[in-house]
């Protein structure tokens, strides 16, 4: 069974600065594209930034220019470097494969930005 198990959310000041990581129990390679999502309180899940087997990524408007999502294959880690935070950044930090799958979800990082 698949485990994804993330790490490195903390809490921090606006303009500062995180690095998560997310750990497969597998090799992630044969996952193919992975993601990185959130959800802050009262709002839906969304997609932050995706990160392609070839290494082409995608991210959210909001994190343009702000967030970096890397992967390491002979690792199985797919990380994503934070930078700039801003409180609306506040959220619970989930990866999963993209599209995302309902049984590989995992109990995800909080991320705080205080003003």
């Known amino acids: 069974q698949v485990q994804l198990v993330e790490s490195g959310g903390g809490l921090v000041q606006a303009g500062g600065s995180l690095r998560l990581s997310c750990t497969a129990s597998g090799s992630i390679f044969r996952f193919g594209t992975m993601g990185w999502y959130r959800q802050a309180p009262g709002k839906q899940r969304e997609l932050v930034a995706n990160i392609q087997s070839g290494y082409s990524t995608i991210y959210a408007d909001s994190v343009k220019g702000r967030f970096t999502i890397s992967r390491d294959n002979a690792k199985n880690t797919v990380y994503l470097q934070m930078n700039s935070l801003k409180p609306e950044d506040t959220a619970v930090y989930y990866c999963?494969?993209?599209?995302?799958?309902?049984?590989?979800w995992g109990q995800g990082t909080q991320v705080t930005v205080s003003s």
């Open positions: 999963n494969t993209y599209p995302a799958r309902y049984t590989y």
